[in-house]
């Protein structure tokens, strides 16, 4: 009972994780509409800031073309061409959706945990599903791409976070299956 206890925090941390995703995924789409009725209102916004960059962010090519001018307003969000504009959207709310069930995924297990039903297949299941949908987020979050009416930006970086914790949760998922073996042997010899 005091393990139950002791992960109501992780439970009610997951939960208001996905609570902020869910807010985040709303304000960029109240951003995105409210972007398409007003665009001037975005245009001292420096579209750049959709690059990634982090603490375990590896930099790989970045291009900034502005033809002759140096004028850095040419890539304010108010300048975006609706099909960039579009897809660095879909992008976001895509990256978005996949780190809130990947949450989902790990309060699945944590869930099973509080039961005492650890090893089961689910939980392997979790861990693979997480490792996927992590290794996705790693592809996306990789790439930004931004198109103006007179300039653009291109960027490719590593994030090293979603590959780091999709390496951790494939690792999980072995160890898990190595534990639902042994359990099932154990309850074989019973």
């Keep these: 009972m005091k393990g139950a206890n002791m992960l109501r925090f992780p439970v009610l941390l997951c939960k208001g994780l996905q609570i902020l995703i869910?807010?985040?995924?709303?304000?960029?789409?109240?951003?995105?509409?409210?972007?398409?009725?007003?665009?001037?209102?975005?245009?001292?916004?420096?579209?750049?800031?959709?690059?990634?960059?982090?603490?375990?962010?590896?930099?790989?090519?970045?291009?900034w073309n502005t033809g002759n001018s140096n004028d850095a307003t040419l890539l304010s969000f108010d300048k975006i061409k609706t099909l960039s504009l579009y897809c660095n959207y879909l992008q976001i709310i895509a990256i978005l959706f996949l780190i809130f069930i990947t949450v989902q995924e790990l309060l699945n297990i944590i869930r099973s945990v509080i039961q005492t039903?650890?090893?089961?297949?689910?939980?392997?299941?979790?861990?693979?599903?997480?490792?996927?949908?992590?290794?996705?987020?790693f592809i996306l979050s990789s790439?930004?791409?931004?198109?103006?009416?007179?300039?653009?930006?291109?960027?490719?970086?590593?994030?090293?976070t979603p590959l780091i914790l999709?390496?951790?949760?494939l690792i999980m998922a072995e160890i898990f299956k190595q534990g639902n073996q042994l359990l099932e042997e154990n309850q074989l010899t019973i």
Excluded: C
Excluded at 33 to 41: E, F, K
Excluded at 117 to 137: A, D, G, P, V
Excluded at 166 to 169: D, Y
């Design 22 to 63: 869910a807010a985040a995924a709303i304000s960029v789409t109240a951003i995105f509409i409210h972007l398409q009725i007003d665009p001037q209102y975005y245009g001292r916004w420096d579209a750049r800031l959709l690059s990634s960059h982090g603490m375990l962010t590896r930099s790989i090519f970045e291009s």
């Design 117 to 137: 039903e650890t090893f089961r297949q689910r939980n392997i299941l979790s861990f693979q599903r997480m490792h996927k949908y992590l290794f996705i987020i």
């Design 143 to 160: 790439v930004t791409n931004i198109d103006a009416q007179q300039a653009s930006f291109h960027s490719y970086s590593l994030q090293l």
């Design 166 to 169: 999709a390496m951790a949760a």
